[in-house]
């Protein structure tokens, strides 16, 4: 399967790039971005062409890997979908969810396989973890922690420099990889308050449609010392904890695209699709939405 990468900024020349060009079930074909010299030097380290048309490259591809800012990404993966190109989608799909649905409708409309790289939802050990956690079912109540320090003093993060990140904050960008675990095991959100934290830290109360309940503590901006993850549930089951992190994005990503794969070739979609990515953008929202307001939203 011949496949695109859109997109030559960190993320893209990080991650995104050296897992297309080892993946054993696509050929990395080539890279288009908004800047043209960025896509014909990240091209031409491996040895693939950088695009100026966009267009040209989605006739030639069968499918794309978006590393963009959400605020890009919708109105490209539309595109790419017309074109009937599988979408490797980055999270969160879009910062609107008139946005977010557009792509999930395109998706929809041109039969192609879509898939949202959430980076925890593709780890090595979690991913059996939350498929067992849901499995057994009778949670009462989840946790989580998402405290990162990308814009703390003494912070070291290549994404310090990210503007959508900056002005959106920890709700868009962490928010989503919490709730990426938390759905599919407590089930889906009928009603979330926020209150906001210090600078850009968010709290959440989140009601699940299955009766639990969870809380979620989401920042950029936590004292490099007090930093990290966390998610723990407990119910009739007990305890448990998601298993910490021991590898990067890039064997996430690997398993991302064989998910892409499977799906493209089976006709199947994949339960971390643009569909999903919209109803995690619709929970985003409607968590704005209760900061500005101090009042539940329901979902």
């Given at each position: 399967m011949r496949i695109g990468l859109l997109g030559a900024g960190p993320w893209a020349e990080r991650v995104h790039a050296p897992v297309l060009a080892e993946h054993p079930g696509f050929e990395f074909t080539g890279v288009w971005a908004r800047r043209p010299e960025a896509a014909t030097a990240l091209g031409g380290a491996y040895a693939v062409?950088?695009?100026t048309d966009l267009d040209e490259l989605l006739a030639e591809v069968d499918?794309?890997?978006?590393?963009l800012p959400p605020a890009v990404q919708p109105g490209l993966a539309v595109r790419a979908a017309e074109a009937g190109c599988h979408l490797l989608l980055d999270k969160p799909v879009a910062l609107t969810v008139p946005d977010a649905r557009a792509v999930a409708e395109a998706v929809r409309a041109h039969g192609v396989a879509s898939v949202v790289f959430f980076t925890v939802r593709f780890g090595g050990e979690q991913m059996p973890w939350i498929e067992r956690q849901a499995e057994l079912g009778g949670w009462f109540t989840g946790r989580s922690d998402w405290l990162g320090s990308v814009f703390a003093p003494g912070s070291s993060s290549p994404y310090a420099s990210s503007p959508w990140r900056r002005e959106k904050g920890a709700l868009w960008d962490v928010g989503p990889h919490a709730l990426s675990v938390l759905l599919p095991v407590l089930g889906d959100a009928t009603r979330v308050t926020a209150a906001a934290g210090p600078l850009d830290t968010v709290h959440l109360v989140v009601r699940h449609a299955a009766g639990a309940s969870?809380?979620?503590?989401?920042?950029l901006t936590a004292p490099v010392a007090a930093g990290?993850?966390?998610?723990?549930?407990?119910?009739?089951?007990g305890v448990a904890q998601l298993p910490e992190r021991g590898e990067g994005p890039v064997a996430a990503l690997h398993r991302a695209l064989d998910a892409l794969h499977t799906s493209a070739a089976t006709d199947r979609p994949h339960p971390c699709d643009a569909g999903f990515g919209l109803?995690?953008?619709?929970i985003l929202a409607a968590a704005e939405q209760s900061l500005a307001t101090g009042a539940p939203v329901e979902v």
């Open positions: 062409r950088g695009y499918a794309v890997s978006i590393a969870s809380t979620l503590a989401l920042s990290g993850t966390g998610m723990e549930l407990r119910g009739e089951h109803r995690v953008v619709e």
